[in-house]
């Protein structure tokens, strides 16, 4: 499995990139990240590979947004974590979030914490960041799909 920051050459990745309804009641779309990181140097766009294929995608967002997470002036916020609809439940957005710490560390080298709001009402979501090592640190935010439970992890 493979890290890559986005590239225009992933672009029919991206295109083929699966989502239903249900997944985009808690999250960001890939399209929407690409687009922001186009315009916004401190959105990284960052796409997860099983061999060729596009499995998962998140965005690395170091902006003002992030003191609202963490007062942390060297952090990340976690945004838009999802996992192609038809790689569910395979183990690869277990494995993608295994693999952030040591990415961040080399590509990020100033880089401390990541932190990420997870939506309350996704307890399969909350259990697997909860598994890989992100600790709630007691904080809620009133996120644009409702109320989200703040986590972090500590590079």
Do not use: W
């Not at 029919?12 to 916004?40: C, F, M």
């Not at 590979?49 to 965005?59: D, G, H, P, R, T």
């Not at 401390?112 to 090592?133: D, F, S, T």
């Amino acid at each position: 499995m493979k890290l890559k920051g986005y590239r225009s050459t992933y672009h029919e990745d991206v295109r083929h990139y699966v989502q239903t309804e249900e997944l985009l009641r808690y999250t960001g779309t890939p399209q929407d990240n690409i687009a922001i990181s186009a315009t916004t140097p401190t959105h990284h766009s960052i796409l997860v590979y099983e061999k060729n294929q596009l499995v998962c995608f998140f965005a690395l967002d170091e902006g003002a947004l992030k003191t609202q997470y963490t007062s942390e002036p060297s952090a990340f916020v976690l945004r838009s974590f999802s996992t192609d609809a038809r790689y569910l439940r395979r183990g690869y957005g277990k494995q993608a979030l295994m693999l952030l710490p040591d990415f961040v560390r080399n590509q990020f080298p100033d880089i401390k914490e990541i932190v990420l709001g997870v939506n309350q009402n996704n307890l399969p979501a909350q259990a697997l960041y909860e598994k890989v090592g992100f600790v709630a640190n007691g904080r809620i935010l009133q996120g644009p799909k409702g109320p989200q439970n703040i986590l972090m992890l500590s590079i």
